[in-house]
């Protein structure tokens, strides 16, 4: 039997990350954000933000794991996802762009959002973070 993965695990899997590859500093390398994905078929993909100089170009934790889903499964879909950034690690909100893409790749996707319960978290569908998206109409 397939071992249910929880948030919390997602959690942890993503603060070892971080711990391990945490670098702040304004260059290339600079790492402050990983995010773990849970996918429907069961897998976990974890990946850190892309830096670069110019920090309008870089690309976010979330986007890389997804990147790292869509690569290794044929049907990706997220079923859930965590983003946690700096050390100690904290759990944060997706930025727009990546409740874009989550919204593409997990339509009924369950989002870990930081709040103010003792735990620290709780689950958002990605519908209610992010309502009314841009849909094309007429393709
Ligand atoms: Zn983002």
């Known amino acids: ?11 942890d899997k ?7 590859r945490y670098v702040r500093a ?19 993909y974890t990946a ?3 830096g670069t100089y110019q920090p309008s170009i870089a690309t976010c934790a979330e986007i890389n794991a997804i990147g790292m889903g869509h690569t290794a499964e044929k049907d ?3 079923d859930m996802i965590v983003a946690m950034r700096d050390l100690p690690s904290y ?3 997706p930025c727009g762009k990546c409740r874009e893409y989550i919204s593409d790749y997990g339509p009924k996707a369950r989002v870990v959002m930081p709040d103010d319960s003792k735990k620290g978290w709780r689950l958002v569908k990605i519908a209610d973070l992010f309502p009314y998206k841009y849909e094309k109409k007429g393709l």
Do not use: P
Request: aromatic share 2%; charged share 15%; no cysteine.
């Open 76 to 78: 990706f879909e997220i």
């Open 48 to 50: 850190l933000n892309i």
């Open 26 to 44: 304004v260059q290339e390398h600079h790492v402050v954000v990983a995010a773990s994905v849970l996918s429907k078929a069961g897998k976990v």
């Open 1 to 11: 039997m397939k071992q249910k993965i929880t948030a919390q695990d997602l959690i």
């Open 91 to 93: 759990i944060i909100s």
């Open 14 to 20: 993503t603060a070892a990350l971080l711990s391990k």
